[in-house]
């Protein structure tokens, strides 16, 4: 769709910018703001819609409400998605094919035998919630989880234990890092709409993550001092598991799976060159020819793309796998991914036409006069979201689009806006429930009841979302310091 447009028509755009063709008030704005995110979350939750469609024709609907001149709507539309997926698209694919390869590999179950063998048996679950923190960085949480699920239900087995004492804490630290570390889809996106750093984004919500991994083991361990119901099914399932030790990993041909080091290696890369680059750009002269280097090394894109090829040899090559199977695993990872694509294009349309429509201005200008924080608006309105329709991408993208046009006319330094994606992420934490996929995930492989799942699940993301914004906001106060030293 984007190659179909005119490319003159979209300079002459960036050129002329569009504006609404009668000035409407603050107050009808904000309604019909109000009324377009109303309309998203009925569209979603009532009847289904998927969430790209939802966005498309409610961003269509504001922009024709707020009388954004009909000619120029799908001007808008275009650029809405041009600007997007223009910054995100790319590091949403590489992640994704980074972390299918360490997946097919085998590499996820060689990192928890390692980990488990090192602390023992009887730290099982900080061995695997530890597993979690370092497999959440490139693979998806739902894959992530289900992945793990045989790890669980061995040690499960084992120990003679429900597997959510082992699975809460490991799947609650994954969930966390998955809605607000790149290269995942929702904070990626929302850095896109924003502006923001991603490597100043990565840099910050991983050092929140570190504590955030502690706080889930003793939420967890305290919400697991209770007995659950096991499913019968996952019980079956369960007695039916071999022993750890002869526990056969997913990986291709007949080597063994790839050591730990290797996995945390393929892991670490890219995280190392981006932070190493923002720290280089951050301290150096742009004059200094070391300064492009740094900015080259530290792209997420080349990161990414360092840290693809890298396990293309590693793992691919070392492993024998020919080039037809290593191209079927790289497709592989394409379709899980393409339904994220659009809701994150979705997402960009409804944050340009806020834009372009005055309503983020309009909000603005409102934030100011009624004296709200906006990281903690960010924060709650996140929460609403992904409380309201599940998604916690939906919630990031749609927040950070309501939010751009304040930020961008708010003066934040870039550690400010990093901090506020941040935030916005943690928001898309909490409430997870019934609308969420991932609530499903949770409930079906751990053998759940749904009413078990909300006493577990539930309280645990609501608790560590609201301890990532704590920590957020801390982060907040530390970059301000820093801007005004």
Known sequence: MIELINPLMLAAADAAPIKPAMALGTPLLLAIA????????????????????????????????????????????????????????????????????????????????????????????IALT?????????????????????????FAKIAKVHPVKFGLPMAGIMLAIHVAVPPHPGVVAGAGVMGADIGLI?????????????????????????????????????????????LVA???????????????????????????????????????PWYGVCAFIGNPFFALLFAVGLSFVLLAVRRGWSMKETGEIFESAMPPIASILMIVAG???????????????????????????ILLLGFIISLALRAAQGSA??????????LSAAVAGGGYTPAQIAVIVIAIGFGSLGLSHVTDAGFWVVVRYYGLTVADGLKTWTVLTTVLGVAGFALTYVAWILVGGLAHS
């Open 34 to 125: 109000a009324a377009g995110v109303a309309l998203l979350l009925v569209m979603i939750i009532r009847f289904k819609i998927q969430a790209f469609v939802a966005l498309l024709a409610v961003s269509i609907m504001v922009a024709v409400a707020s009388t954004i001149p009909l000619k120029d709507i799908f001007t808008v539309v275009a650029n809405g998605v041009g600007g997007t997926m223009g910054k995100v698209a790319l590091l949403i694919a590489l992640g994704a094919i980074l972390g299918r390869m360490i997946e097919v590999s085998g590499g996820v179950q060689s990192l928890a035998d390692h980990f488990t063998a090192k602390l023992g048996a009887s730290r099982v679950a």
């Open 130 to 154: 530890l597993v979690g923190f370092l497999v959440a960085i490139p693979v998806f949480f739902e894959v992530g989880v289900i992945v793990l699920v045989p790890i669980v239900y061995a």
């Open 202 to 246: 990565a840099m910050i919500s991983l050092s929140i993550c570190v504590p955030l991994g502690f706080l889930s083991y003793w939420v967890a361990s305290i919400l697991n001092r209770r007995d659950y119901e096991l499913l019968p099914s996952v019980k079956a399932q369960i007695e039916e598991f071999g022993n750890p030790d002869t």
């Open 250 to 288: 997913s990986h291709r041909g007949t080597m063994a799976p790839p050591r730990p080091a290797l996995i945390i290696t393929l892991i670490a890369a890219p995280i190392v060159l981006i932070l190493l680059g923002t720290a280089g750009t951050l301290v150096l002269d742009k004059a200094n």
């Open 347 to 373: 997402g960009g349309i409804f944050g340009q036409v806020l834009q372009v429509s005055g309503i983020g201005t309009a909000l603005s200008e409102t934030l100011d006069q009624l004296g709200l924080p």
């Open 393 to 402: 991408t939906v919630a990031i993208v749609t927040t950070t689009g309501l």
